[in-house]
């Protein structure tokens, strides 16, 4: 049986240096959300950020349009950054198979062999779950301070 495992901080690095574009699956409007926390951050990083968020598609998060879904979204992205409840990450990662995307990232406490299964499935080898993007990103790109 097949047994995910995250890549190594290396390879997670080089996802973080070469991506440009993070779509955030589950992107929050309220300033107190974690979602929005971290996006906000990952944007003054430098990245751009693509809400989306089916209950406020058309209108703005972050100052960017927020799409209803990943298929709507009008460019390629690098990174699928999901905050949906892990009952939710199988849907998707069915998605993400369909679209023009790198990498498929599951914030802190979302991981399910399902998902993972799906996603080795499609071919797609650069997965992370069970982590957080601006946890790896502060100690991977700024020397480690948190």
Known sequence: MYEFQNPTDE?????????KT????GLSDKDDSVSKRISKFMQDMGYRIIPVNPRLAGGEILEEKVYASLSDIPLAIDIVNVFRKKEFLADVAHEFVTIDARIFWAQLDL????TAAILKEAGCED?????CIKRDYLRLM???VI
Do not use: D, F, P
């Open 127 to 131: 997965v992370v779950m069970n982590r």
């Open 11 to 19: 390879r997670i690095q080089a996802y973080l240096a070469t991506s």
């Open 22 to 25: 993070i779509a955030v699956v």
């Open 111 to 114: 991981q399910s062999q399902e």
């Open 142 to 144: 700024s020397g480690g």
